[in-house]
């Protein structure tokens, strides 16, 4: 290889493979002092990632809480019970529903009331603000309102299934708490106790379409969270892209200033010399005098 001033490869070859150690340097930092993969999302997209997060959750608690009920209602259906153990059946049962209805109430994100079936939310669903532009098309993902539908008893077990006519109905609740009067009776319904209900066996088909309904909430839940997270990674790619062309056009590249500060001072040095040489030529005029 030639020894050149004005182009020095060996430095432009060090430069690039420090500019790239640099690079995966300061990554490894950021991810390690956040604690996180992601660091550059727009807040909106990631809160509402968050949002479904807390969503899908609170199903997950609600679908744990149905599966013991169809376990104990099973079990009531099996004929070897007296109404002593089918009392202690419906007791669990209607504590689990009560349950289910606790979580549902306070199912909450940001002041939104995500289970309640009723609000803005459940009516018009949601719009997540996933970029700069104020175009529903290319800055929103909008969130059906069925994502946002009650988590109650009343509402998971009247319509067995996914447009589907309801075979059962929770009956109506009375007294000074309707809502409590309701559980005590689908509980007695679950445990076959109470007089006129469907009974243990109908029950069990009916659980079934209510565990059926909550699965096909949480997979939409699901749907939704892919593309939220989808346009999170989106806007970090964004987010770095124009960073780095900032970079490019405001920040000096310390590297390249380095190696041309290196070269300026052998030119510098060597003009020096030069004219050190060239202001001694007029004294050879001497000699010849």
Known sequence: MALTINTNLSSMIVQKNLQKSTNQLNNAIERMTTGYKINHAADNAATGADMLATLEDNYALISSHVQRVRDLTEQAANGTYG??????????????LQEIN?????????????????????????????????????????LE?????????????????EGTTAAYAPPAGTGDDPEADQLKKVAADCAGMREGGPGSAAMLDQID??????????????????????AVESISVQSENITSSLSTLRDADVATESSNYIKA?????????????????????????
């Open 83 to 96: 109404d002593q153990s089918k009392k202690a059946i419906q007791s669990e049962i209607e504590a689990r």
């Open 102 to 142: 606790r979580i549902a109430a306070n199912c909450e994100f940001n002041g939104i009331d995500m289970m309640a079936g009723t609000g803005t939310a459940a009516s018009a669903g949601l719009d997540i603000q996933v970029g700069i532009e104020g175009t529903a098309s290319k800055s929103r993902i909008h």
């Open 145 to 161: 309102a069925d994502l946002f539908a009650s988590g109650k008893v009343a509402t998971l077990f009247t319509v067995p299934a």
């Open 209 to 230: 379409k209510v565990i059926n309904k909550i699965s096909s909430r949480i997979t939409t839940l699901g749907a939704a969270r892919n593309r939220i997270d989808s």
């Open 265 to 289: 001072q052998i030119l510098q040095q060597a003009s020096a010399t030069l004219l050190a040489t060239a202001n001694q030529s007029p004294s050879i005029a001497l000699n010849l005098l």
